[in-house]
């Protein structure tokens, strides 16, 4: 079934874009996971229109991938057809305080551009690791600011490749929540709602949030950033802390000594060594204070992205 999915994808998309048996360690921020059984680099919404079709046509799964990160991918690879966002979805239009983002950008270099036209608004999210379509898809947030907040309309097309607006509303955005995670809706681009400020100071207001990250943040290490959810009431990182898990490690997983609520990959992590750490916290921390952890991060397993 590969050699036909390949032979019909050559067909609408260049070879040299189309990989089988691509590892997906090398296209996630936490760098593990199995390979894919097909990988192809998507440069139009065309090409991500045709690619699915082919996909339909032949009965085999598919998965946009992004920039990779708050994924695991699990150590078997995908069994399926992986459509990897590429640099032709960049493109960014900026109308007074409206900005109209492709959904392949990623969020720092979003940030760099409005920062240029001295639109203010954006900075809590200019050093939050992934796309602009991925931080649609999980409503992202930090330092008090999230998504929901700037995010006036999406275009959005559907697995038959119709094309059509979802609003601000209608997108359902929650705590990392949205109503792309219970559709096979696909994020092409967004338009946010910002405003006119003074270029220095948004300029220092983004270094100091991204000071804050790396004092903070084990960023020198790969990892797929929070992987818990805050729960009401709480830090999840304050709760790991206080249960005494701070640098512990399953295989080449551990819980960072610099922030509690991050699972880093130490050196040569296996998806079954983060699941198995994330679990491991999940029960000392209930244990220790009655509070279940809920993951944020998701996981690609054979055929399908799931809730760990």
């Not at 996981?299 to 799931?306: M, R």
């Amino acid at each position: 079934m590969m050699s036909l999915l390949t032979e019909k994808l050559r067909a609408v998309l260049p070879e040299e874009r189309i990989l089988v048996d691509e590892p997906l360690a090398a296209h996630t921020t936490f760098r593990i996971g199995g390979p894919a059984d097909c990988f192809c680099t998507i440069e139009s919404i065309e090409e991500l229109q045709n690619a699915i079709h082919v996909a339909q046509e032949l009965k085999i799964p598919w998965f946009i991938l992004g920039r990779g990160s708050n994924l695991l991918v699990s150590d078997e690879g995908y069994r399926g057809l992986i459509l990897h966002i590429g640099r032709g979805f960049e493109q960014v239009r900026i109308e007074g305080e409206m900005v109209t983002a492709q959904s392949g950008i990623s969020l720092s270099a979003l940030g760099r551009i409005v920062l240029e036209h001295s639109l203010d608004g954006f900075s809590f999210a200019a050093g939050i690791p992934g796309s602009l379509g991925g931080a649609v898809y999980m409503n992202a947030g930090a330092y008090g600011g999230e998504m929901k907040d700037i995010l006036v309309s999406a275009l959005v097309m559907d697995p038959e490749g119709r094309c059509f607006i979802l609003s601000n509303e209608e997108m359902e955005l929650g705590y990392r929540e949205s109503i792309f995670q219970h559709r096979d809706w696909i994020v092409l681009e967004a338009t946010l709602k910002l405003t006119p400020g003074d270029r220095d100071k948004i300029e220092a207001d983004m270094k100091d949030l991204m000071q804050r990250r790396s004092s903070k943040q084990p960023l020198e290490y790969p990892s797929a950033g929070s992987v818990f959810k805050r729960p009401p009431g709480h830090f999840a990182g304050g709760l790991i802390e206080e249960a005494g898990l701070k640098g512990c490690q399953i295989g080449g997983a551990r819980i960072s000594e610099k922030h509690a609520g991050f699972i880093i990959n130490a050196g040569e992590a296996t998806a079954a060594d983060v699941v198995a750490l994330v679990r491991h916290a999940q029960d000392v921390v209930e244990q220790q204070s009655g509070v279940r952890l809920e993951p944020e991060l998701k996981i690609l397993k054979d055929e399908c992205l799931i809730r760990l």
